[in-house]
């Protein structure tokens, strides 16, 4: 059952080619990191 998602549209992707997106353990949850405004930002991306 999917409780939440996060679409990465192609223009947010576009903008941050440096996205990374990693698993989290064996949770079938991730996360995606992206820097912007020189920080470094984290973001859930549960499935």
Known sequence: MIKSFTILK????????????????????????YFKGGKRHYNLLTV
């Not at 080619?17 to 991730?30: L, N, R, T």
């Open 10 to 33: 192609p223009k947010f992707l576009k903008e941050n080619p440096e996205i990374v997106i990693c698993d989290i353990g064996d949770f079938g949850d991730y996360f995606y990191s």
